[in-house]
């Protein structure tokens, strides 16, 4: 454990004085800043526990002592050291009360000193015995030290007589010192008042001598009584200036002083606006905006309540000629104002109000400034989506609408500052950057509102369509082939085209929409248009003067397309049984696979090495395995570094074993395992169990490599750095043998469809098959066993999620999918075969068992339940229902994640579990109504079989996604 400031007290209090008596030139002023970096963090850190001062052997108070040893050491320091070493300490203080505690609390607080007379005697003898200079830096140490100087006459009347001196310098640090004081002393403060009093009014007074004056009003808020007379004092004097700089000074003291006292805000407002007229110097509209963005950075108030000053704003805003500087603090403002307001602003107010947000946005487009022109973009989109995220904006269409219009928005100034480049062969950073940062302002919004999806890949599919006709149309013949056609990126005379980077980003804001896309959204579905999607990426990736790793990302697209239609036609195959087109899309894989393989080789042909891993990854976390397999394996020859190569190799292992698995689902295979598929009519029982078998063959092999991929990572030097990987890796490991477990479990019953033909024989609880017999209480316990590792591995990938927080969108959907899944199969596995009117017969004999207890049940209903955020009524029921027989039982309910994210995987998987629920419960309807014979008994284990069979392969289609966190290494 890091040892805390306080326990390092001692060593920095010695290395203090041994640096501080050095004859090294600097030495001296490098300690002192040293050990105000140190007092700056300590004083932030709570006050040490009894606790913690055992753990680090810390005698009580022993951190009080050398705390106050450093203090002398620097008021010795300051006493005796030259003016450099004066001021170096007066710095290591200043910093602390500007960013350290307010209240006198911390380290410097009056309780942690036993020799305060003895730091402000050492101060004083440089007072009265210095130049003015010193004695300026004395009264301001005095000042930072105020909580300590506070009752000491001494120091109340060095400040106050120095106050009437003449020297400038001397009485500006006076009134930052009395200021200091007044906030701790109601006594001197009311003293310090009339002064102020008689200075500010005063004809003799210098205008510096006015405004440390002005900026010492600030301070004197310590009851309401001195703050409300300071107050009506300092609005006199400010309505009676004439000068900008007095008045600006004044202005914000006010608001200082407001923010401490709720009682004063609404004058403040009221005058705060009357500074933003036009009347007004443009200096004073912006220390007026700025004191209101004061204001609401405090909290203190959450106006307006009425919209009186929102529209004096966009009065400030729709101004003709208006300056940038009061433009921007006029929109900061605004934006401020509406994000406290969005939310409780009546849903018919919306639209008008950003109506006239767009024509402010519009003006500010208009700007010189970039950086006003980006804020200007932000500030619409994190406004939209505050608003975009209220339920109620959707139930009457003008969520929608206003979605549109913004996406609309962002994507029309992105051709504007485009148009002008495309054709020309000189590279402009500045609108690269400003289109980069209207692009993440787009992507920001999308991740941040689910709903804007399918609305963003519509608009993005036209907004590509459009910027290729550019493209064509303004380079003509001119269009430039790759002279190299390995290179990356679509260049001209050497020189990044900002078109080519803002294709390949829309490449990948379209596949996070897709990822993330909810199809069975009844509001945004019907506007999806998935051919044209698959069209314009097609058109993109056939271009000659798109770069390789452009064209490679493109085609990952395609592959999350087909991947998508292949999901959504199995979602219709669960709905409708007699269908079959789940992998119908598979031969559009296997080939937008090959064209991506001639892309990663281009890459890699060309020693884009750094391209070519960026690319392996993105395969890796979409699923596209064949090309992440191939680039790893190619990376994997091409490096030198010994550590690079082991992360490559373990990459590469795991990459082909998912690769494997996926392959037999995509070359039609998998269907023959899926009871009622195609394959089941096609295929006797011989070849069916010969595919079963090469199916496990295949998930062993596969758990055998991803099980050296993780060993590699536990080489001993790589200590701690791949703790996310090799945990995640094992999970996957041990879900695939599970998977095998259990698919050899069922390959012991029949595959008999219906009655008790082909040789299937009963005789009391023994279920005698064509080629094997197990008895059936064996088996079902056996089934039991894998349920409940299954939940274990469920509540595993929990636990992965929960120590590692903070992880990306994408790499929390990977890991949570990875647990629903395993949940699904545990919570199928342990009911499929478990009928409670039929346990109990003799026909249907199970024998004891640890895993046969109503605790596992109950658990596996709840662990079902609890990872859904929404299900639906009917499935709800049928659990609750499933649920009765065992509500009596003692469970101890463990904590789940809940699979808040959307996607099409979790969309299907939550399908698949409504398959589930529905068919276990059908099947415990029907076992209920039928004679308890050997007949009927065959029957349910024949159905039963069939469900978590199809349970199982429909689940391992599903494509399987590496987190994102997986490619960040974790060094110490």
């Known amino acids: 454990m890091e040892r805390t400031p306080a326990a390092c007290a001692m060593d920095w209090s010695i290395q203090l004085q041994k640096d501080l008596r050095s004859d090294i030139p600097g030495k001296p002023i490098d300690a002192l800043e040293e050990i105000g970096r140190r007092l700056q963090r300590w004083n932030k850190e709570p006050k040490l526990t009894i606790a913690e001062h055992t753990m680090f052997g810390l005698i009580p108070e022993e951190d009080k002592l050398f705390l106050n040893a450093i203090?002398?050491?620097?008021?010795?320091?300051?006493?005796?050291?030259?003016?450099?070493?004066?001021?170096?300490?007066?710095?290591?203080?200043?910093?602390?009360?500007?960013?350290?505690?307010?209240?006198?609390?911390?380290?410097?607080?009056?309780?942690?000193?036993?020799?305060?007379?003895?730091?402000?005697?050492?101060?004083?003898?440089?007072?009265?015995?210095?130049?003015?200079?010193?004695?300026?830096?004395?009264?301001?140490?005095?000042?930072?030290?105020?909580?300590?100087?506070?009752?000491?006459?001494?120091?109340?009347?060095?400040?106050?007589?120095?106050?009437?001196?003449?020297?400038?310098?001397?009485?500006?640090?006076?009134?930052?010192?009395?200021?200091?004081?007044?906030?701790?002393?109601?006594?001197?403060?009311?003293?310090?008042?009339?002064?102020?009093?008689?200075?500010?009014?005063?004809?003799?007074?210098?205008?510096?001598?006015?405004?440390?004056?002005?900026?010492?009003f600030a301070k004197l808020w310590c009851s309401f009584s001195i703050a409300e007379n300071a107050y009506k004092l300092g609005l006199k004097l400010l309505m009676d200036s004439l000068g900008d700089d007095f008045s600006a000074t004044m202005l914000i003291s006010l608001s200082k002083i407001a923010s401490r006292w709720m009682l004063l805000i609404p004058t403040q407002i009221e005058l705060l606006t009357l500074f933003q007229s036009e009347d007004r110097s443009l200096r004073m509209q912006v220390t007026s905006l700025r004191c209101f963005c004061f204001l609401l950075a405090r909290e203190v108030?959450?106006?307006?309540?009425?919209?009186?000053?929102?529209?004096?704003?966009?009065?400030?805003?729709?101004?003709?000629?208006?300056?940038?500087?009061?433009?921007?603090?006029?929109?900061?403002?605004?934006?401020?104002?509406?994000?406290?307001?969005?939310?409780i602003i009546p849903c018919m107010e919306i639209p008008e109000l950003f109506q006239k947000l767009f024509v402010v946005v519009k003006n500010m487009l208009n700007s010189s400034v970039q950086s006003n022109r980006v804020f200007a973009v932000n500030v619409l989109a994190d406004l939209s989506g505050k608003v975009l995220g209220r339920q109620d904006m959707w139930s009457g269409g003008s969520g929608c609408t206003l979605a549109s219009q913004v996406i609309s928005f962002i994507l029309d100034q992105v051709i504007s500052l485009v148009t002008p480049l495309i054709g020309n062969n000189m590279a402009d950073f500045a609108v690269e950057f400003e289109v980069k940062s209207l692009l993440k302002t787009l992507f920001n919004l999308i991740e941040n509102c689910p709903k804007?999806?399918?609305?963003?890949?519509?608009?993005?599919?036209?907004?590509?369509?459009?910027?290729?006709?550019?493209?064509?149309?303004?380079?003509?013949?001119?269009?430039?082939?790759?002279?190299?056609?390995?290179?990356?990126?679509?260049?001209?005379?050497?020189?990044?085209?900002?078109?080519?980077?803002?294709?390949?980003?829309?490449?990948?804001?379209?596949?996070?929409?897709?990822?993330?896309?909810?199809?069975?959204?009844?509001?945004?579905s019907h506007t999806?248009?998935?051919?044209?999607?698959?069209?314009?990426?097609?058109?993109?990736?056939?271009?000659?003067?798109?770069?390789?790793?452009?064209?490679?990302?493109?085609?990952?697209?395609?592959?999350?397309?087909?991947?998508?239609i292949c999901m959504k036609n199995l979602t219709e195959d669960l709905l409708s049984p007699c269908k079959s087109s789940s992998l119908s899309c598979a031969s559009a894989i296997l080939?937008?696979?090959?064209?991506?393989?001639?892309?990663?080789?281009?890459?890699?042909?060309?020693?884009?090495?750094w391209y070519a891993y960026k690319a392996g990854k993105n395969a890796a976390c979409q699923g596209a395995w064949s090309t992440a397999a191939f680039i790893f394996e190619q990376l994997m020859k091409a490096v030198k570094s010994p550590s690079c190569c082991s992360w490559l190799k373990s990459l590469s292992w795991f990459s082909t074993s998912e690769k494997t698995i996926q392959l037999f689902f995509l070359s039609g295979q998998g269907t023959s395992i899926i009871p009622g598929g195609s394959g089941l009519r096609e295929m006797g029982v011989?070849?069916?169990?010969?595919?079963?078998?090469?199916?496990?063959?295949?998930?062993?092999?596969?758990?055998?490599?991803?099980?050296?991929?993780?060993?590699?990572?536990?080489?001993?030097?790589?200590?701690?750095?791949?703790?996310?990987?090799?945990?995640?890796l094992t999970l996957r490991a041990k879900v695939l043998k599970k998977v095998a477990d259990m698919m050899q479990l069922l390959d012991s019953v029949?595959?008999?469809?219906?009655?008790?033909?082909?040789?299937?024989?009963?005789?009391?609880?023994?279920?005698?098959?064509?080629?094997?017999?197990?008895?059936?209480?064996?088996?079902?316990?056996?089934?039991?066993?894998?349920?409940?590792?299954?939940?274990?591995?469920?509540?595993?990938?929990?636990?992965?999620?929960?120590?590692?927080?903070?992880m990306d969108r994408q790499s929390v959907m990977s890991v949570s999918t990875l647990a629903l899944n395993c949940s699904a199969m545990a919570f199928t596995a342990g009911f499929a075969f478990l009928v409670p009117d039929w346990c109990s017969s003799e026909i249907y004999k199970v024998s004891e068992s640890r895993y046969l207890d109503e605790t596992l049940h109950a658990l596996l209903i709840e662990d079902l339940l609890g990872r859904f955020k929404h299900i639906g009524r009917k499935t709800r029921e049928n659990l609750l229902f499933l649920l009765k027989p065992f509500r009596n039982c003692n469970r101890c309910s463990s904590s789940r994640f809940i699979t808040q994210t959307c996607s099409y995987e979790t969309v299907i998987l939550h399908k698949l579990c409504e398959y589930s629920v529905r068919e276990i419960f059908n099947l415990f309807n029907e076992a209920s109504r039928r004679e308890r014979d050997a007949d009927a008994l065959h029957q349910i284990i024949s159905r039963a079989s069939e469900v978590l069979r199809n349970v199982i392969s429909n689940l391992m289609l599903v494509p399987f996604h590496t987190p994102h966190h997986f490619f960040k290494v974790r060094y110490v």
């Not at 106050?160 to 310098?169: A, F, I, M, Q, R």
């Not at 055998?704 to 090799?726: K, N, T, V």
Request: with cysteine; proline share 2%; aromatic share 8%.
């Open 71 to 216: 203090l002398l050491c620097l008021a010795d320091a300051f006493s005796s050291g030259d003016k450099q070493t004066k001021k170096c300490v007066v710095r290591i203080f200043m910093k602390i009360k500007r960013r350290g505690n307010r209240d006198a609390e911390g380290i410097f607080s009056k309780e942690m000193f036993e020799n305060q007379l003895e730091l402000l005697s050492r101060v004083k003898e440089v007072f009265d015995e210095g130049d003015t200079e010193e004695r300026a830096l004395s009264l301001r140490l005095f000042g930072c030290w105020a909580y300590l100087a506070k009752d000491c006459p001494d120091v109340r009347y060095i400040v106050l007589s120095s106050l009437v001196t003449g020297d400038v310098l001397e009485v500006k640090a006076a009134y930052f010192a009395a200021g200091c004081l007044s906030e701790m002393s109601d006594d001197f403060a009311i003293v310090f008042l009339e002064m102020l009093r008689t200075t500010v009014s005063s004809q003799d007074s210098s205008e510096d001598i006015k405004l440390a004056a002005g900026r010492a």
């Open 591 to 609: 080939e937008f696979d090959k064209s991506t393989l001639g892309c990663a080789n281009e890459i890699l042909e060309g020693n884009n090495y």
């Open 452 to 524: 804007l999806h399918c609305l963003v890949l519509n608009s993005a599919c036209l907004f590509v369509c459009n910027l290729m006709k550019m493209i064509d149309r303004k380079r003509g013949s001119e269009k430039t082939v790759l002279s190299n056609p390995h290179m990356t990126v679509y260049v001209s005379n050497g020189k990044t085209l900002v078109e080519s980077n803002i294709i390949l980003t829309m490449s990948k804001i379209m596949a996070f929409c897709l990822e993330n896309l909810e199809y069975t959204n009844t509001e945004t």
């Open 686 to 728: 011989s070849a069916l169990r010969t595919q079963s078998y090469k199916y496990r063959e295949i998930l062993l092999n596969g758990r055998d490599e991803i099980l050296s991929a993780e060993e590699i990572l536990r080489a001993p030097d790589m200590g701690h750095i791949f703790s996310f990987q090799r945990w995640f």
């Open 528 to 564: 999806l248009d998935l051919d044209a999607l698959k069209l314009q990426v097609e058109i993109v990736c056939r271009c000659s003067y798109i770069g390789s790793y452009t064209r490679l990302m493109n085609f990952l697209l395609l592959h999350l397309h087909s991947a998508f």
């Open 750 to 806: 029949s595959f008999i469809q219906g009655g008790t033909g082909c040789g299937g024989v009963l005789d009391r609880g023994t279920l005698l098959l064509p080629t094997t017999s197990l008895k059936l209480g064996s088996f079902i316990n056996s089934l039991m066993e894998a349920s409940c590792h299954m939940k274990k591995l469920a509540e595993e990938s929990d636990m992965l999620l929960t120590s590692f927080m903070g």
């Open 301 to 343: 108030c959450m106006f307006p309540s009425n919209t009186s000053t929102v529209h004096r704003v966009f009065g400030i805003l729709h101004r003709s000629e208006l300056q940038p500087t009061l433009q921007l603090e006029s929109l900061r403002l605004l934006y401020k104002i509406l994000l406290i307001n969005l939310p």
